[in-house]
Nanobody, 121 residues
Framework: VQLQASGGGSVQAGGSLRLSCAASGRSFSNYFVGWFRQAPGKEREFVATISWSVGSTLYADSVKGRFTISRDNAKNTVSLQMNSLKPEDTAVYYC???????????????WGQGTHVTVSR
């Protein structure tokens, strides 16, 4: 399984970014794809996850209402639309995949490389 994250960048507070995670290497029908982030000096934290097969989603409270996770089965991609960005959203964002729902990064078997998101005041 290969995951390729992209779409990071720098934006001012209140702005938007869209991250993408391209998945390849196997069928993902039983998988959940999640986004995690790690800010400098902080532990990695869960952001959102989506069921590849039925599209059910789960969000961290800190991003609920601002971020939207979605998937495009035909393109094998999962996207994270981030609106109303805040400086505290600044972090390296990672996509990851596992079979079954979880918010624990340690339970995700497959990881993409990180993509940097910087939100300035």
């Amino acid at each position: 399984v290969q995951l390729q994250a992209s779409g990071g960048g720098s934006v001012q507070a209140g702005g938007s970014l869209r991250l993408s995670c391209a998945a390849s290497g196997r069928s993902f029908s039983n998988y959940f794809v999640g986004w995690f982030r790690q800010a400098p000096g902080k532990e990695r934290e869960f952001v959102a996850t989506i069921s590849w097969s039925v599209g059910s989603t789960l969000y961290a409270d800190s991003v609920k209402g601002r971020f939207t996770i979605s998937r495009d089965n035909a393109k094998n991609t999962v996207s994270l639309q981030m609106n109303s960005l805040k400086p505290e959203d600044t972090a390296v964002y990672y996509c990851a995949a596992r079979q079954g729902l979880s918010t624990l990064g340690s339970l995700y078997a497959y990881w993409g490389q990180g993509t940097h998101v910087t939100v300035s005041r």
